[in-house]
């Protein structure tokens, strides 16, 4: 099966002048080009996607990170757990994975 997303990463240089994220977490954009669908599929794909990476990222992406999540033509009828854990995966295969500390536990 196809999945819903790709997603890139990329160490964020130290020093480089822009203002470290509040909170010590990683950056995150999102994009999602005409292949998708029209306007309305390609902002639900967006959304989507912003939902899953505000579920997994906070406590298991490495936070010196800066990542872009790209949405495919399968986004928008990927079902959500599936879209966790194709992010899970993506995450996995970066190295960008960490296990959430104590701290980030509730």
């Known amino acids: 099966m196809t999945p819903g997303l790709v997603l890139q990463a990329r160490r964020r ?15 995150v954009g999102f994009t999602a080009s005409r292949k998708v669908g029209g306007a309305v599929a390609r902002n639900r794909a967006r959304r989507r996607l912003r939902a899953a990476v505000a579920e997994v ?5 490495a936070p010196e990170n800066d990542y872009v999540v790209i949405a495919r033509a ?13 992010l899970e995966t993506a ?14 536990m509730p």
Not at 13 to 27: E, F, I, N, V
């Open 13 to 27: 240089p130290t020093g480089s002048g822009a203002p470290a994220p509040a909170g010590d977490q990683p950056r």
């Open 57 to 61: 990222m906070p406590a298991h992406a």
């Open 91 to 104: 995450l996995r295969r970066l190295d960008s994975w960490r296990e959430p500390a104590a701290s980030d």
């Open 74 to 86: 399968a986004t928008v009828g990927r079902p959500y757990r599936a879209l966790i854990a194709d």
